[in-house]
Nanobody, 115 residues
Framework: QVQLVESGEGLVQAGGSLRLSCAASGTIFTINGMGWFRQAPGKQRELVATTSSGGSTAYADSVKGRFTISRDNAKNTVYLQMNSLKPEDTAVYYC?????????WGQGTQVTVSS
């Protein structure tokens, strides 16, 4: 069994920064893709950023140049550094980690950006 624990929830003013973390624990042989998604009220969950086992990254157009995804393979952890936050970034952020070809989701972390 694999558990994901997210941290970094917060309320910031527009232009501020937050860093989210998501750590996987349990029986883990191989971690493949790691990523972050978000869901705003009344909207569908959307991809924010992903990183592959080879280190390649991809971002939603709305966050390019402001957000950075990174991973620490030794700690089975993925991070999302969010800079220049905007009110429209307000959402519940979910990490997703693919472990041994199975998809696991974090519990969700609230990010609120005030104008």
């Amino acid at each position: 069994q694999v558990q994901l624990v997210e941290s970094g929830e917060g309320l910031v003013q527009a232009g501020g920064s937050l860093r989210l973390s998501c750590a996987a624990s349990g029986t883990i042989f191989t971690i493949n893709g790691m990523g972050w998604f978000r869901q705003a009220p009344g909207k569908q969950r959307e991809l924010v950023a992903t990183t592959s086992s080879g280190g390649s990254t991809a971002y939603a157009d709305s966050v390019k140049g402001r957000f950075t995804i990174s991973r620490d393979n030794a700690k089975n952890t993925v991070y999302l550094q969010m800079n220049s936050l905007k009110p429209e970034d307000t959402a519940v952020y979910y990490c997703r980690i693919i472990v041994d070809s199975k998809v696991y989701w974090g519990q969700g972390t609230q990010v609120t950006v005030s104008s």
